[in-house]
C-alpha cells in the first residue's frame, strides 16, 4: 500500500494552519498503526545531478546527502545513506527507494503549488511493535520549478532552497506527518508548507526520536521514574512546570495514565499539599498527545488513581483532526498528603511537557462568636430605638432579629432599627448570627417604651373688675386716682405761701 504526501509554497496569508493548539509532530499511521522503517539502513538511490553548483557550495546530491545526516544525528534505530546512479526520472513501486526530478509525479500533475512529494509503500505484515514496516519511499522534487541551495529565510517564492524541502520530505519518509495539519500552532519543518525554517526544530526531532530512538547512549529524564519524580512549587496557588519525556518509558507495574491506553513514556511530579482544597491539572502546552493521571502511594505498584484524562476533547464531540490532544484532571486534595503526578503519551508518545497546576483551597470555616451584645434601652414613647450586635465568623454570617420567639421580617442585618416605639414594642429583642459553622444567639435586650408625660393645663384669664360707684364695699379705683391728685395739690400751695 502507498500514500503520498505533498509540500506546498507557503504563501504570504497563510503562514499556518488556523486552529487551536493540539498535539504537535504528527505521525502517519494506516488503519490505526504506525508507518515505518524497520531498524538498520535505509538506502536511497540519488538521481538528482552533481553537474551544478548551487549557491552554498553543494551539488543536488551532496544537499541531499547533507539533509539525510541531518536526520542521522538525532536518531538510532535508523540511519539514512545514499547511493548516487544516473541523473534521471525514478520507477514506481519497484522496491528502490528513489529521488529525483521530475515534471510530474509518475504521470500525475504536481499542481500549482506543490514542491515536492513523497511516495511511499508499506508492507501489510505487523511488526512486533505493532507497526506496519516501510518498504519503499520515492521523494520527487518538482522540475518545474527553479531550485538552489542555501541557509537563512527564503530569498524568493521563484528560489527554493532544495535542502530544506529535502528535510521535509526524508521526515515523510520516516513516518511524520504534517503537523499543521492537525492543529500544531508551533515552529517545525516538517509543516506542509515552505517557510524561514531551514533545519530540525525540536518538534521534528521529538517526532523522529518517538519513531527511532535517540542517537547516542540513551538517557531517560530525571523523572522517568515513580521514586525521582520531581517536586512541584507552587506561587501563590499555581505553578507551570516543564520538562521532556524523550526517551522515556514505563517502570515495571506502573499504572495506565488513561483508560484502555498502556502509554508508554511516562514523566513524574510530585506535590504536598499544605491545604485541604482540589487540582487541576492541564498539559496545555505540551507537544504531543498525552495521557493524565493523579495518584497517592508510596511506590509505583501500589498506587491509587484520583484522576485520569487522555483527551480534554474526546473524539466522540470533536472528530475533527485539530482537536485538542492534551489532557485535564481535577481531583481533590486533603493538607498534608503527597500526590504524584504521570504524565504520559499516547501509543508511548513522547515531546516536550508542560504540566499546569491550580490549586483552589477548601475556604477555612469559622462559625460564628458575638463579640459585642444588644443592650437594653429605655424610652419614650415616639423615640428611635436601634438594637445592635458585633459578631465574627468565616464565612461572613448572617442575621435573623426576633422580638421574644417571633422572627422580625425586616430584622435581618447586624443592626435592628424601630423608628417610633411604642408600648405594643417593649420586649425582650435578640439576635440569632448563622454561618456554614454554626449559629450563635445573643443575650436578650429589653425595650421598655414609657408613656409620653401629660402636659399642665391651660390657665384660664381673670376678667377686669367693673367700674362704678354705689353703696359699701371697696373704694373704685378713679376715686383713688382723685384723692391723691387733690392731696398733691394742696401739697404745693402751702410751699407758695
Known amino acids: 500500500m502507498s500514500n503520498k504526501l505533498r509540500l506546498a509554497l507557503l504563501a504570504a496569508a497563510a503562514a499556518f494552519a488556523a486552529g487551536g493548539a493540539a498535539l504537535a509532530y504528527d505521525i502517519i499511521r494506516d488503519n490505526g498503526r504506525i508507518v515505518k522503517w524497520p531498524a538498520g539502513t535505509v538506502t536511497y538511490q540519488l538521481k538528482l545531478g552533481s553537474t551544478r553548483t548551487l549557491q552554498d557550495g553543494t551539488n543536488f546530491n551532496s544537499s541531499f546527502t547533507a539533509a539525510m545526516n541531518s536526520w542521522n544525528a538525532v536518531i538510532a534505530r535508523v540511519q539514512l545513506a545514499g547511493t548516487v546512479a544516473a541523473e534521471g526520472v525514478g520507477g514506481r513501486n519497484n522496491g528502490i527507494s528513489e529521488v529525483f526530478f521530475a515534471p510530474n509525479i509518475y504521470g500525475e500533475s504536481f499542481g500549482e503549488s506543490t514542491v515536492a512529494i513523497t511516495s511511499s509503500f508499506r508492507s501489510g505484515e505487523v511488526q512486533a511493535d505493532g507497526s506496519y514496516p516501510r518498504t519503499q519511499s520515492d521523494i520527487i522534487f518538482n522540475s518545474n520549478r527553479s ?215 477548601t475556604p477555612v470555616v469559622v462559625a460564628p462568636v458575638i463579640t459585642a451584645q444588644p443592650q437594653s434601652q429605655t424610652v419614650t414613647a415616639g423615640s428611635t430605638v436601634t438594637f445592635s450586635v458585633t459578631a465574627a465568623g468565616s464565612p461572613t454570617p448572617t442575621y435573623q432579629w426576633f422580638r421574644g420567639t417571633t422572627s422580625i421580617t425586616n430584622g435581618t442585618a447586624a443592626s435592628y432599627t424601630i423608628i417610633s416605639a411604642q408600648a405594643a414594642d417593649a420586649g425582650d429583642y435578640t439576635v440569632r448570627v448563622t454561618n456554614s459553622g454554626g449559629s450563635v444567639t445573643s443575650d436578650a435586650a429589653t425595650l421598655t417604651v414609657n408613656a409620653a408625660p401629660t402636659p399642665p393645663p391651660t390657665p384660664t384669664p381673670t376678667p377686669a373688675p367693673s367700674g362704678g360707684g354705689g353703696g359699701g364695699g371697696a373704694p373704685s379705683l378713679w376715686a383713688l386716682a382723685a384723692l391723691v391728685a387733690a392731696s398733691a395739690l394742696r401739697a404745693w400751695q402751702r410751699q407758695r405761701g
Do not use: C
Request: no cysteine; glycine share 10%; proline share 6%.
Open 147 to 361: 531550485w538552489d541551495s542555501y541557509r537563512g529565510p527564503r530569498l524568493s517564492q521563484s528560489s527554493l532552497d532544495f535542502r530544506r524541502v529535502a528535510i521535509h520530505e526524508l521526515g515523510h519518509s520516516l513516518g511524520l506527518d504534517h503537523p499543521d495539519e492537525a492543529g500544531q500552532s508551533v515552529s517545525a519543518i516538517m509543516n506542509s508548507r515552505v517557510s524561514d525554517v531551514d533545519a530540525l526544530r525540536p518538534d521534528d526531532i521529538d517526532g523522529a526520536q518517538f519513531l527511532y530512538g535517540s542517537a547516542g547512549t540513551i538517557v531517560r529524564p530525571p523523572n522517568n521514574d515513580f521514586a525521582g519524580a520531581t517536586a512541584i512549587t507552587l506561587l501563590g496557588n499555581a505553578a507551570t512546570v516543564t520538562g521532556s519525556s524523550v526517551n522515556a518509558n514505563k517502570e515495571a507495574g506502573e499504572p495506565n495514565h488513561a483508560p484502555s491506553e498502556p502509554g508508554g513514556a511516562s514523566i513524574w511530579w510530585r506535590w504536598t499539599a499544605n491545604a485541604s482544597g482540589s487540582i487541576s491539572a492541564t498539559t496545555a502546552g505540551s507537544n504531543f498527545d498525552t495521557l493524565l493521571a493523579s495518584y497517592t502511594g508510596s511506590s509505583v505498584s501500589t498506587l491509587t488513581q484520583l484522576a485520569a484524562n487522555d483527551d480534554v476533547v474526546a473524539p466522540a464531540d470533536d472528530p475533527s483532526p485539530t482537536r485538542p490532544r492534551t489532557s485535564r484532571i481535577s481531583f481533590n486534595v486533603t493538607s498534608g498528603t503527597t500526590y504524584y503526578l504521570a504524565v504520559d503519551g499516547w501509543e508511548g508518545e513522547w515531546g516536550s511537557v508542560q504540566l499546569n497546576v491550580t490549586f483552589s483551597p
